[in-house]
């Protein structure tokens, strides 16, 4: 094995600092690694190894051709949101097809999971909670195919057996796009009326509770589940990804209940013959867990999980492309994560400042489909350092501002309610 291929869409200072680590421990053992990415610049610091930029409209062809040229000998896909995932598969056809084995789920399971609808119905098959729902198919309204002029009112009447309000979202997309709440009838007559952009959705109850993920990563007869990551909260009115607090911890009523669900969940992996990482999306909402998505792919808290539970997602992949063993079971959590955005930037001295008082995991600007979200931070601390944290973090907002009010007060909250 001499050189690894890291397939990536986003850009990837948000896999920072265990992609980085996982790179130079590759390069210790005398392995090149390889980035090819469509979004975003990378230097020495982002990756310290081979680099390609390919256009974001590449094909999966043109993508295992560029990974081929280069002389991989093995490709790990750690892209994101689904769209990339379902890219990354189709590569792992064309290049195991040429000896260049590839951690990424197949082709066939991709292409369930990306399918909201289809992810509910194998969720619902393998006994886990999940919402209410129906399908809305975007050609039976439009009227393309078999004529079916009862279709509407089939929808109608499903709505109303499930009760308002509810949520509609795309069949096909991610991190949060595209969801509507429908608060009425007439919400939904209007969501049902035809239209040059109308989508395939998936309409379900809503769900109030508190948004929660976890990347579960290996192979089947192994499969390693990371601790789960809190992410805000579910309601009717869909919010940005990244507007509250994120965070990694002890939680003991809901970490006592997830055993099981944990234990349901690699089970279906491994019916599904997941290869890599996938990221679940739940609510925890009246002591159980209500799953929303499985998402075939690297999950936007991966940094969290790995930052709470001191291992690295990327390690682990890598060590599969080179065909060796990852522990299976759940990852122990050693602490607390917690990851918040300042919209506003951070003030240049308030970093070092910010260094020198917590741990800080990575500092970077968020950058979504080229817009600017200010800046994105990642700090761990240990159990039994809730208060020196919080004190700390009063100390230098009280001389910079920073982190700003709103999130002090969020950070006080959680870690004063935990302990």
Same mark, same amino acid.
């Given at each position: 094995m001499r050189k690894i291929a890291f397939l990536r869409s986003v850009h990837i200072r948000r896999a920072d600092p265990y992609i980085q680590r996982a790179v130079r421990e590759l390069a210790a053992e005398g392995i090149e690694a390889g980035l090819f990415h469509t979004s975003g610049t990378a230097g020495d610091d982002d990756f310290p190894g081979h680099r390609e930029r390919l256009d974001r409209e590449v094909t999966p062809r043109e993508l295992a051709d560029a990974v081929a040229a280069w002389g991989a000998d093995a490709a790990v896909s750690i892209s994101l949101p689904c769209?990339?995932?379902? =890219?990354?598969? /189709?590569?792992?056809?064309?290049?195991?097809?040429?000896?260049?084995? @590839?951690? +990424?789920?197949?082709?066939?399971?991709?292409?369930?999971?990306?399918?909201?609808?289809?992810?509910?119905? $194998?969720?619902?098959?393998?006994? $886990?909670?999940v919402p209410d729902g129906f399908r809305v198919d975007s050609d039976l309204l439009g009227g393309r195919g078999l004529p079916v002029p009862g279709y509407p009112d089939a929808l109608r009447v499903q709505a109303e057996r499930i009760g308002y309000p509810l949520m509609s979202k795309p069949v096909w997309d991610s991190t949060s796009m595209g969801i509507r709440t429908l608060r009425s009838p007439a919400d939904l007559d209007a969501h049902l009326a035809p239209g040059p952009d109308r989508v395939s959705t998936v309409v379900e109850e809503v769900i109030e509770?508190?948004?929660?993920?976890?990347?579960?990563?290996? =192979?089947?007869?192994?499969? *390693?589940?990371?601790?789960?990551?809190?992410?805000?909260?579910?309601?009717?009115?869909?919010?940005?990804?990244?507007?509250?607090?994120?965070?990694?911890?002890?939680?003991?009523?809901?970490?006592? !209940?997830?055993?099981?669900?944990? =234990?349901?969940?690699?089970?279906?992996?491994?019916?599904?013959?997941?290869?890599?990482?996938?990221?679940?999306?739940m609510i925890w909402t009246g002591g159980r867990f209500v799953v929303l998505e499985i998402n075939p792919r690297i999950g936007g808290a991966t940094t969290l999980s790995c930052a709470a539970s001191g291992t690295n997602t990327f390690t682990s992949?890598?060590? +599969?492309? *080179?065909?060796?063993?990852?522990?299976?079971?759940? &990852? =122990?959590? @050693?602490?607390? &994560?917690?990851?918040?955005? !300042?919209?506003?930037?951070?003030?240049? @001295? /308030?970093? &070092?400042?910010?260094?020198?008082?917590?741990?800080?995991?990575? !500092?970077?600007?968020?950058?979504?489909?080229?817009?600017?979200?200010g800046d994105i931070v990642v700090f761990r601390l240990d159990e039994g350092e809730e208060e020196r944290t919080v004190e700390a973090l009063a100390e230098l907002h009280e001389a910079s501002g920073f982190p700003g009010a709103e999130v002090m007060a969020k950070i006080g909250a959680l870690l004063d309610v935990s302990r």
């Open positions: 769209e990339n995932a379902l =890219r990354d598969a /189709a590569a792992k056809a064309f290049l195991d097809a040429v000896g260049i084995p @590839t951690v +990424m789920t197949p082709l066939a399971a991709t292409l369930l999971l990306v399918d909201k609808w289809e992810t509910k119905r $194998l969720c619902a098959q393998a006994g $886990l909670h509770g508190d948004l929660c993920s976890v990347d579960i990563v290996g =192979r089947p007869g192994s499969y *390693r589940v990371l601790p789960l990551c809190w992410t805000g909260r579910a309601g009717a009115d869909p919010v940005f990804t990244f507007a509250d607090l994120r965070w990694c911890g002890p939680r003991e009523a809901a970490d006592a !209940a997830f055993a099981e669900v944990a =234990r349901t969940l690699a089970g279906l992996c491994g019916d599904l013959g997941v290869h890599g990482s996938v990221n679940v999306d992949l890598a060590r +599969m492309a *080179r065909g060796l063993p990852v522990p299976g079971g759940t &990852a =122990r959590r @050693t602490g607390w &994560a917690i990851e918040f955005l !300042a919209g506003e930037g951070i003030p240049p @001295t /308030a970093l &070092a400042e910010l260094g020198q008082r917590v741990g800080v995991v990575t !500092a970077h600007e968020l950058v979504i489909d080229g817009a600017s979200h």
